[in-house]
């Protein structure tokens, strides 16, 4: 028997002591208990009751050992909306939510004479993007693609989970969509990026499938591959959406300059001021 403010301090010591960020503990119990922060502040001296205290003993246990919270829960929040998240798809980033914000607000200003936006996210993972695209705007037509089967099928329950009304298929990069002879106003991708060579947090490396982490030797090869395919699925008034990493700046826009040459392009910095998001526009 423990009250909630000695598990809690207790947990936090462990985390300081094993290079866990000691915030995941009260993160983990609101979850958990489904309490608010606040309502566990007010009972903070109260004693835990056993179950709970049972259970949150078994999923620090896991998350002292390098897995990540929205693993042990099972899912993650992102935009509002919750995603069953598994070792099969990349966890969700709040970087990603502001990718969907800035999408959301171009869609208004760029499409407003429209009654229909085709849009399609290549690579989705847990369909994170492709559902909040479909949900938040009323005129998206959404198409989402995964070379993971698997991935695929935790896009499909999260689409409909979340009653988003999204086509799903299973293929590499842009071939579904050439295949399907798509035309887009609107591709995002937050395609795997990382350089193969770079040393990662244990929990990301040793949890989160490689297949949506490693972007080849400069982590631009899927960029490289969309841009070069770009043209034979988007329309000719259209724009693409990507997440990116921090350190690209200079490589990635070279890249589109190179590929794309003309087009008109910006880089965005995310919440934390750092280089995160590419839009390209063709008009
Ligand atoms: N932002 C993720 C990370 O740093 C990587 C996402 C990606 O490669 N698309 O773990």
Avoid at 28 to 40: G, H, I, N, P
Avoid at 164 to 186: C, H, R, S, W, Y
Wanted: aromatic share 10%; with cysteine; charged share 30%.
């Amino acid at each position: 028997m423990t009250t909630f403010s000695k598990s809690v301090k207790a947990f936090e010591k462990k985390c300081e002591a094993r290079d866990v960020p000691p915030e995941t503990v009260m993160a983990y119990l609101t979850e958990l208990s489904q309490r608010e922060r606040y309502d566990l502040y007010l009972h903070y001296e109260e004693e835990m009751p056993s179950d709970l205290e049972e259970e949150f003993n078994k999923g620090m246990a896991r998350i002292l050992n390098y897995e990540p919270m929205e693993h042990v829960l099972g899912y993650s929040w992102f935009y509002g909306y919750k995603m069953i998240v598994n070792e099969d798809v990349l966890i969700p980033r709040p970087e990603t939510e502001e990718l969907c914000a800035n999408i959301l607000a171009r869609m208004d200003e760029w499409f407003i004479n429209q009654n229909e936006i085709h849009c399609a996210d290549v690579g989705t993972g847990s369909g994170a993007i492709a559902i909040v695209l479909a949900k938040e705007e009323a005129k998206v037509h959404m198409m989402a693609t995964d070379i993971s089967e698997e991935a695929v099928a935790t896009a499909r329950k999260n689409a409909e989970n979340n009653e988003a009304n999204i086509e799903f298929v299973t293929g590499d990069m842009l071939q579904p969509l050439i295949d399907k002879g798509a035309k887009l106003d609107v591709l995002v991708s937050n395609p795997p990026y990382i350089p193969s060579e770079e040393v990662m947090e244990k929990s990301v490396v040793d949890f989160e499938p490689h297949v949506a982490l490693f972007g080849g030797e400069d982590g631009l090869k899927f960029y490289r591959q969309i841009f070069k395919d770009c043209k034979k699925v988007l329309k000719d008034r259209a724009f693409m959406a990507f997440e990116m990493g921090w350190d690209q700046r200079e490589r990635m826009s070279r890249l589109v300059e190179e590929e794309l040459p003309g087009c008109k392009y910006e880089i965005l910095k995310d919440m934390n001021g750092k280089d995160r998001m590419l839009f390209v526009y063709f008009e």
